[in-house]
């Protein structure tokens, strides 16, 4: 059965895609799980921040809230209870990267990230493990790189397209979606070359790279789960194939 990495900067339309390969594939589509998966292994208790009214910066303080308790209520502090997504947590994109790619201030954060790293990438493995599933990012194709089967998709679009989403998803005015698309491409830049040494932009890192600007979603899915059923197909064939 087929197992699928998307990966891409903000705004390319990894999760669009990804939810209809999903569909095509009957597949489990993994997003924001992986995070939640890791943090109840840590035994985090993941807390959501409250917004008292919408505000335009309301991403991003959701953001670092998040994965800096996340980082804080590591394994170390044998914090108990299983974390939990309430209201807001849409707001959560799975490319954010930034308070991982954080220059550690004590030994005790820099364990913390560590752990989490560790801990994510056991996850995404065990999904994989499951077969049949969809993942978007977390250097989801770097952690895979080794799997029998599995597909690995890049996504690129050019940053203009990439705000233009941002904006009328997140209802952020032009100038807020351009500073966080740069922002958050830097830190996920910085978050494949801190803890895998690699640039993300890379094309040997995948089977496939897609431009979404000349693709529509559709049409990107039906080149994905074709690639994708050969690919478990080939694996399948080589796997029973006398030694």
């Not at 993941?46 to 919408?54: A, G, R």
């Not at 913390?112 to 493995?125: G, P």
């Not at 690129?156 to 989403?165: E, Q």
Request: net charge negative.
């Amino acid at each position: 059965m087929p197992v699928v990495t998307f990966n891409g900067p903000i705004g390319a339309g990894g999760n669009e895609i990804g939810l209809k390969v999903a569909g095509i594939l009957n597949a489990d589509y993994v997003d924001r799980l992986i995070l939640s998966e890791a943090a109840k292994r840590i035994g985090s208790s993941v807390e959501v921040l409250h917004m008292k009214e919408q505000r335009t910066v309301q991403m991003r303080d959701r953001i670092s809230y998040f994965l800096q308790t996340m980082l804080e209520r590591s394994a170390m502090s044998g914090a108990a209870g299983e974390p939990y997504f309430s209201a807001g947590m849409e707001y959560l994109p799975s490319e954010e990267y930034s308070e991982l790619v954080q220059e550690p201030q004590t030994a005790a954060q820099k364990l913390n990230d560590e752990r989490v790293l560790e801990v994510t990438s056991a996850v995404i493995k065990d999904l994989a493990k499951s077969d049949n599933v969809v993942i978007i990012g977390r250097a989801s194709n770097i952690i895979l790189k080794d799997t029998p089967g599995a597909l690995h998709v890049g996504l690129v679009t050019p940053p203009d397209l990439r705000i233009r989403t941002i904006m009328e998803r997140e209802n952020l005015s032009e100038k807020e979606a351009e500073r966080y698309v740069t922002e958050t491409e830097k830190a996920r830049v910085m978050y494949y070359k801190k803890f895998f040494k690699v640039d993300p932009i890379t094309p040997h890192l995948y089977h496939l790279i897609l431009n979404t600007e000349k693709v529509d979603s559709d049409a990107a899915a039906e080149i994905v789960v074709t690639a994708a059923r050969r690919m478990s197909e080939a694996a399948t064939a080589g796997a029973a194939s006398p030694g």
